[in-house]
């Protein structure tokens, strides 16, 4: 099993960057998809990003495509969500997910129930 453990989220004004990080111990990272999620008040938790195993292939919510890059340290085990041209709407806490399962076609998952093994959220607030 693999607990997650994450850093970085705050408050920033619109237009601001922020780099969350989630660092994975207990079995090695590399064994899982890695996904962040985010849930704004009274909305349910939806997806945000996603990245295979090796690092290669991601997946992004059309509502941050273009704005947010996550990439994976596999030395460090870690996953980072790197968000920039943030907006009000990105507001929420922010939640980093693994998903032991191997998918044919290598295909990265965007459901919630797809992840067994999550972080504890963390608040991202943007200022407008």
């Known amino acids: 099993q693999v607990q997650l453990v994450k850093s970085g989220g705050s408050m920033v004004q619109a237009g601001g960057s922020l780099r969350l990080s989630c660092a994975a111990s207990?079995?090695?990272?590399?064994?899982?998809?890695m996904g962040w999620f985010r849930q704004a008040p009274g909305k349910d938790r939806e997806f945000v990003a996603a990245?295979?195993?090796?690092?290669?292939?991601?997946s992004y919510a059309g509502s941050v495509k273009g704005r947010f890059t996550i990439s994976r340290d596999s030395a460090s085990h870690t996953v980072a969500l790197q968000m920039s041209s943030l907006k009000s709407e990105d507001t929420a806490v922010y939640y980093c997910?693994?998903?032991?399962?191997?998918?044919?076609?290598?295909?990265?998952?965007?459901?919630?129930?797809?992840?067994?093994?999550w972080g504890q959220g963390t608040q991202v607030t943007v200022s407008s």
């Open positions: 997910a693994a998903d032991p399962t191997i998918y044919i076609g290598g295909r990265l998952p965007t459901l919630r129930a797809s992840y067994p093994y």
């Open positions: 207990g079995r090695p990272a590399s064994k899982y998809i």
């Open positions: 990245v295979s195993r090796c690092g290669t292939s991601t």
